[in-house]
């Protein structure tokens, strides 16, 4: 089945520096790549997501890139902010109908003022 | 804020007793999870239900039940817990959209689950 890797489980930033997650997984037909945001107290939130079909994604501040060949895709994160930092997930799935996401292991991301 | 309300948002119980997770959502989505979330492991999938119907169930214990009585509600009952099912359980909904393609995944706060 899918397998899906996170780096860096830790990532500290200063405020305004950009912030690079990455990701890679196994299963060459997963075709749908969120990211999710999981602030102290809640639940993760989706952020970002790309189809296999792009090769980036951008939206504000926040960007996502993914590399079919090499199975591996990247969350950008420009000029950050305090309200930042918090857990990121990736996950990858495929198919249709109801949502069968394999995440990650989590990336906690530190800004600094 | 979401649109998935679970209840309650913590919990703590003995190994022999029995309790009950709620989630409700509010989007008007088909299809309900659970996700067990635990320190330093990826989130797991448990249930899926769509359309009311569990379309699966991922080698979960007996001892964690899941109900699903409609659209809108899900439940996970619980009995006999060890403690190393303490955890964060989370809820989820989707729209399943069927050959058509697969839409976001909308995530409650979670019970947090203490098993003393």
């Excluded at chain 1, 912030?19 to 602030?39: G, H, L, M, R």
């Excluded at chain 2, 919990?11 to 659970?34: D, I, P």
């Excluded at chain 2, 109900?67 to 399943?96: G, I, K, V």
Aim: with cysteine.
């Amino acid at each position: 089945g899918e397998n899906v890797e996170q780096h860096p489980s830790t990532l500290s930033v200063q405020e305004g520096d950009s912030a690079v997650i990455k990701c890679t997984y196994s299963d060459s037909a997963s075709n749908y790549f969120p990211w999710y945001k999981q602030e102290l107290g809640k639940g993760p939130q989706l952020i970002i997501d790309i189809r296999s079909n792009v090769g980036e994604k951008k939206d504000q501040r926040i960007a996502v890139t993914l590399n079919k060949t090499a199975k591996h895709f990247s969350l950008h994160i420009t000029e950050t902010q305090p309200e930042d930092s918090a857990v990121y997930f990736c996950a990858a799935s495929k198919g249709s109908g109801f949502q069968k996401l394999v995440f990650g292991t989590g990336t906690r991301l530190l800004v600094s003022p | 804020e979401t649109g998935v309300t679970q209840t309650p948002r913590h919990l703590v119980m003995g190994m022999t007793n029995k309790k009950s997770l709620k989630c409700e959502q509010h989007l008007g989505h088909n299809a309900m999870y659970w996700y067990k979330q635990s320190a330093k492991k990826p989130l797991e999938l448990m249930f899926v239900y769509s359309l009311e119907e569990r379309v699966e169930n991922n080698s979960v214990p007996s001892r964690f039940s899941p109900e699903c009585p409609n659209s809108s509600h899900l439940f996970l009952h619980l009995h006999t817990l060890q403690p190393e099912d303490s955890a964060l359980y989370l809820c989820a909904s989707s729209q399943d959209s069927g050959d058509r393609g697969r839409e976001k995944l909308f995530f409650g706060s979670g019970t947090q689950l203490s098993v003393l």
